[in-house]
Structures are given as C-alpha cells and as structure tokens.
C-alpha cells in the first residue's frame, strides 16, 4: 500500500549554520564562506508530497508527524526510537530519552576503550561493524570516534559552551539538548589515522572518505550532513557524520541526493 505525508513545511531559515560534533572540529573559513553561498539558496517549497518506502528494514510505520511543540518552540518527535526517526535543530528528542538497546560495535576506536560514546544501537551497531569490514577488504582504515552521546553529556557541554562563550555563540557551533543526532543513538562521527582521528571536512579526500560516501548506503548509512544541504540540515557539511536509517531508505536517498529532511518531507 502506497502510503503519502504531506507535511507542510515551517517558516523557519536559520541565520546561522551550525555544526553537528562540536566536541572535535573546527569551523574554516572556506566553510564559513559556503555557508554563507548555501545561505541565499531558496528554501524548497513548503509543500511536499513524499512517497514512503514501502518496505522499511522493519516493515514499521514510519511516522514523522507530531503536534507537540516545547516551551522553546521545537517540536518533540513522537517516534524517538525509530530507526528512522528525523532529529535537527526545529526537532528535538522528548526530554531524558534513553535508547535501551545500546551496545559497543566491534570496529577499531582511536580514543579510550571505556568510552561511552562508542555506544550504538544494536541494528546500527551490527551494520557498522558491517561496514567496517567491508573497508577493510579493500585496504581501508576507517574508525570509529564517536557515537551514542546521552541528554546529559550534551547538556554539560552545550551549558559549558554558553558559560565560556555566551549563548548566542554557542548556538552556532553546538546542539542543545535534546536536538543531537548522536543522541539517538543512530549516529557514528568516523575518520582515519591520516587525518589524526579528527573529523574535518579534508576527510573527504581521504580514501576512506571517499569509500564511506560511495558506499556507506549499501550498510543502511547516509552522510546526513551532505555538502550544499545547509540550508536544509541546519548543518555545514560533516563528510565523517554517518547516520543509520537502514538499507533501503539509505540506498534511496544516496541515489536522489537528499537529505533525510527532503527525503521525509520535513524541510524547514
Ligand atoms: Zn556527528
């Protein structure tokens, strides 16, 4: 059954483009200036009709509608431990929320072998490992740096932030609470020993850069932060960002360029 969502789209472009994994990157300049060319791309239209995957990794309902909005004005989604769940800057996780399948994937961490950011969800976790081992056929060397983040460890950051820089400034470059893609769970920051395990946009270049966004769908992932979406993400290019979503929706979004935003019909 053809299922269709039409979802209307809010008001909203962003002054500032903002970055995902404020923990380890630093802001260039050549990404200040493509975000300011991506700043005067028109917003898509406000009207979407977007066509549902009809077989989802789990044949679940994937439902991206909500009603609720929080006392900042974002919506709360309703759907927080679905794979495919849509987290951003306009959509925020209920408060608290805990995935309770976390598990460590068995891929090469860089950092601290106790690190609860090597966590993923069981699903994400398994197609990661997946992946991982598939780059390492081809004479790869990926890892992993930095996955599961709870509301807590975002929160201490995000209010360092604003204690050291002011609110204002924090808003640039850190997610608040509740608003990180890591959070779910789903999400896994990558890079490599050439790149000195940071996450920059020079990833790209690399190899294992290059293989991650060719092939990282074909394992369920897509690059979530894609080069010339900020406008729509609400966040600059981020080539080491990989979010699981599952194959099929991956495999559909890598080839029509989208983002997980246009994909749901749920630009801002
Ligand atoms: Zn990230």
Not at 1 to 9: D, H, L, R
Not at 115 to 136: M, N
Request: charged content about 30%; aromatic content about 8%; some cysteine.
């Amino acid at each position: 059954m053809k299922k269709f969502v039409i979802t209307s789209g809010i008001f909203l472009i962003l002054s500032s483009f903002l970055i995902g994994c404020e923990e380890n990157i630093k802001a260039t300049e050549d990404m200040k200036k493509s975000m300011v060319e991506k700043q005067e791309k028109k917003i898509p239209e406000t009207l979407k009709l977007i066509k549902k995957d009809e077989n989802t990794e789990q044949n679940e309902e994937v439902e991206q509608e909500e009603t609720v909005v929080d006392s900042d004005g974002l919506t709360v989604v309703n759907n927080p431990s679905s794979l495919q769940v849509v987290v951003n800057k306009q959509r925020k996780l209920p408060d608290g929320y805990t995935p309770n399948d976390l598990v460590i994937p068995d891929v090469p961490f860089p950092f601290d072998p106790n690190d609860p950011k090597r966590q993923l969800r069981e699903e994400a976790a398994r197609a990661l490992e997946d992946l991982f081992e598939a780059s390492k056929q081809v004479g790869l060397d990926l890892h992993a740096v930095s996955g599961y983040r709870s509301y807590e460890r975002q929160k201490q950051i995000y209010e360092h932030n604003v204690a050291t820089r002011g609110q204002e400034e924090t808003d640039k470059f850190s997610a608040r609470p509740g608003t990180s893609e890591h959070q779910t769970g789903l999400a896994m920051d990558v890079s490599t020993a050439a790149e000195a395990f940071a996450l920059e946009q020079t990833f790209k270049q690399t190899p294992e850069g290059q293989w991650v966004a060719n092939n990282a769908h074909e394992y369920g992932f897509i690059i979530r932060y894609p080069e010339g979406k900020s406008a729509i993400t609400g966040y600059s290019y981020e080539p080491w960002h990989l979010r699981y979503v599952g194959k099929n929706i991956a495999s559909a979004i890598h080839e029509a360029e989208l983002t997980l935003e246009e994909y749901f019909g749920l630009v801002p």
